[in-house]
């Protein structure tokens, strides 16, 4: 799941995003999701040569956090892909995406994140970190991030973000929030 991160990570900076990365921001990306990174696999590792493990093999935490890893992640890449070939065909300039995966949430993408991470983190830790690495992306996009990215997009956007809010009610995940 690390080399995972990794690779989606590298693919985003260097084939999606369009706006370069300062080094100092670049610096700061990579030291947060090695630290994220990192507490789950340690987390997976001391569950795995715990001598008071369960006997069942495989566990319901890494089955589901598996299925939630692959389906954020694939969440994430595929709306950043859609957005990214919408953006790069010049009579969309200055239009708000709204097809593809951007249809059941305005920000699908942090969506994605969001469950890739509780995903990883429940593989590695079990419910309980799961559970508190879930909380806190949902919580930090919700109460950070998406305040600012929709001010910005109200103020870039205008009648077209207003449309895109009424057509797609949902801000993260979609049936959730």
């Not at 065909?89 to 991470?117: E, Q, T």
Request: net charge positive; proline share 4%.
């Amino acid at each position: 799941m690390a080399i995972g991160s990794a690779v989606k990570q590298n693919l985003w900076v260097t084939l999606l995003s369009g706006e370069p990365m300062a080094a100092h921001n670049a610096v700061t990306v990579g030291v947060f999701n090695t630290v994220f990174n990192s507490i789950s696999s340690y987390a997976f590792l001391a569950r795995a040569t715990s001598a008071s493990m369960e006997s069942t093999f495989p566990q319901p935490a890494l089955l589901a956090g598996g299925a939630l890893y692959v389906t954020g992640i694939l969440t994430e890449l595929v709306a950043e892909v859609q957005r990214k070939r919408f953006k790069a065909d010049p009579k969309n300039k200055g239009k708000v995406y709204s097809g593809g995966l951007w249809r059941f949430a305005r920000h699908i993408n942090y969506g994605g994140y969001s469950i890739w991470r509780a995903g990883y983190a429940l593989a590695g830790g079990g419910w309980g970190l799961g559970a508190l690495v879930g909380a806190f992306f949902f919580w930090d996009f919700s109460s950070r991030a998406v305040p600012i990215l929709t001010e910005y997009c109200q103020k870039r956007y205008g009648q077209a973000w207003e449309d895109f809010e009424k057509q797609t009610p949902y801000r993260l995940i979609p049936g959730i929030y």
